[in-house]
C-alpha cells in the first residue's frame, strides 16, 4: 500500500503538464505555426494562389524603400504614443467610480458601454460625429463661430481624428481593468497608512499604485497590442485615406496582401509589425521586473 502511494506521488509533477496539454497544442497550432509560417511567406514572392518564389530578402528591401510604409510606421507610432493615455485616464475613471454613492452602478454602466460595442459601430458613430455637414463636433464649433473641420478629409487631422474614436473603448478597457484591481487592494495596508497619516497623493503613489502593478502591466500590454494592430477604425472611418495619410501597419498588410495579390510582401509587413510588438512589450516587462526586484 506504501509502496502504491508513493509510486503515485511520484507521477503528481505531471498532473498540471496533462492539463495544460490541450491547451499548448491549441496555442501551437492556432499562433506559434503561424508566426513562422508567415515569416516564412515573407522570404516568398507569392500571388497567394499559384507556386511560391524565394526571393530571399527582397520583400523587406522594397519595404524600407516604399514611402507607403514609413508613413503607417509613423502613423503607428501616434498611435502608441496617444494611446497610452488610456492608462492614466482609465486609471483617473476607476479611481472616480470607485466609490459606495447613489447610483454609481448605473454610472458605471455608462463608462462601461463604449467597450461593449463594435469597433466598427464606434467607427460610424464618430465618422457622423466628424461630418462637416451635419455632425456634432461642427455645431459645438459653430457656436464659438468655427468654421467646419473637415477632420477625416484633412491629411494632418484624421489620423488623430481616428486616435481620439480608438481612445473611446480603450479608456473604458483599462477603467475595468482597473477597477478589478481596486477591489482586491489589501485593506490591512491602507488602513495601516492611514494610521501613519498618509492620504491623498502620497496613499495613491506610496500605496495603491504599487498593488496595482499587474493590471497597470495588462492595460500597457492590451494598449499596445490595440495600437499596434489598429485595422477596423481605420478600414471604417478612411480607408487608409485621404492619399494613404492615415494608413497603419496592418491595414497596408491587408491592401498589399489582399487586393494586391502580394502575400509575400503583406507577410514582411507582418512580420515587421510583430517584431515591433514584441520589442516593445518585452522592453516593458523587462522594466517592470526590474522595478520589482529594486
Known amino acids: 500500500m506504501v509502496h502504491e502511494l508513493s509510486g503515485t506521488r511520484r507521477w503528481h509533477w505531471l498532473n498540471p503538464w496533462l492539463f495544460l496539454l490541450p491547451a499548448a497544442i491549441m496555442f501551437s497550432v492556432y499562433v506559434i505555426f503561424p508566426i513562422f509560417q508567415s515569416i516564412w511567406i515573407s522570404f516568398h514572392e507569392w500571388d497567394g494562389i499559384g507556386d511560391k518564389v524565394f526571393i530571399g530578402f527582397d520583400n523587406y528591401r522594397e519595404l524600407f524603400d516604399d514611402n507607403r510604409f514609413w508613413t503607417a510606421l509613423i502613423n503607428n507610432i501616434l498611435w502608441l504614443v496617444f ?51 451635419y455632425g456634432l463636433l461642427q455645431r459645438f464649433l459653430a457656436i464659438f463661430g468655427a468654421g467646419p473641420i473637415p477632420v477625416l478629409a484633412d491629411e494632418t487631422l484624421a489620423t488623430y481624428g481616428i486616435i481620439v474614436a480608438g481612445l ?39 500605496v495603491i499604485l504599487p498593488q496595482l502593478r499587474p493590471a497597470t502591466f495588462i492595460a500597457i ?55 515591433i510588438m514584441l520589442i516593445y512589450i518585452a522592453f516593458f516587462l523587462w522594466r517592470m521586473l526590474q522595478a520589482e526586484r529594486g
Open 221 to 275: 500590454v492590451v494598449t499596445v497590442v490595440g495600437a499596434l494592430r489598429s485595422f477596423d477604425l481605420v478600414a471604417t472611418m478612411t480607408g487608409g485615406g485621404p492619399w494613404g495619410s492615415s494608413n497603419v501597419l496592418a491595414f497596408f498588410m491587408y491592401e498589399q496582401a489582399i487586393f494586391s495579390y502580394r502575400m509575400g510582401y503583406g507577410a514582411a509587413i507582418a512580420t515587421v509589425l510583430f517584431l
Open 168 to 206: 473611446w473603448p480603450q479608456i473604458a478597457y483599462t477603467m475595468i481593468l482597473y477597477l478589478t484591481g481596486l477591489n482586491n487592494l489589501n485593506p490591512d495596508q491602507i488602513e495601516a497608512a492611514r494610521m501613519d497619516g498618509a492620504h491623498g497623493w502620497t496613499m495613491l503613489t506610496k
Open 83 to 133: 494611446y497610452m493615455l488610456a492608462v492614466p485616464i482609465g486609471l483617473g475613471v476607476a479611481l472616480f467610480l470607485n466609490q459606495q454613492v447613489l447610483g454609481i452602478r448605473a454610472v458605471k454602466s455608462l463608462f462601461f458601454f463604449p467597450f461593449v460595442i463594435s469597433q466598427v459601430i464606434v467607427g460610424v458613430v464618430f465618422t457622423w460625429f466628424y461630418d462637416p455637414s
